[in-house]
């Protein structure tokens, strides 16, 4: 029988990677009242690994959702959020590969920039907090078009 210090190597590779799951980061992001409708599987199938250049996706804690980034400064996203109706808000945005989405775009008044889509059913949700605005212009969100246009547009902004 071996001493109690000395561990054996399958356990020691189970400490190991329990460890490791331990360290991964989780985002916590609020469920939508509609992550269950079919499309929005879609949409988080096609979500992509990073926004511009330096905000990796991470793992979130809920079904629909997707975050980039770091907790506390993390861009995220929730497909099934209800529809917003048509406002002065909004914005068809670009994604440089033709692919428009049309977003409700507003923020509060703790400076989070909200975008939403406009059109789809279900829609979408990017909450963008201050600490990623410090570092980073919004234009990311050209990076969701494939991802967002997974669910077909049924109105435009006017």
Sequence with gaps: MLPARFVTTPTAAALVIL?????ARTIGVEVAPHAAEPECADVMLAVPDELGTDLP???????????????????????G????????????????????VDWIVTTDDAGTWSFVTYGRDPAVEVLVPPAVTEDHSTSFIADLAQAVSQVPATKECQ
Aim: with cysteine.
């Design 81 to 100: 959020v209800e529809q917003i109706g048509p406002s002065a808000d909004c914005q068809q945005v670009d994604s440089g590969d033709g692919t428009t």
């Design 57 to 79: 996706k991470v793992r979130t804690s809920s079904q629909a959702t997707a975050a980039w980034g770091e907790p506390g400064a993390a861009v995220t996203m929730r497909c």
């Design 19 to 23: 460890a490791l799951a331990g360290c």
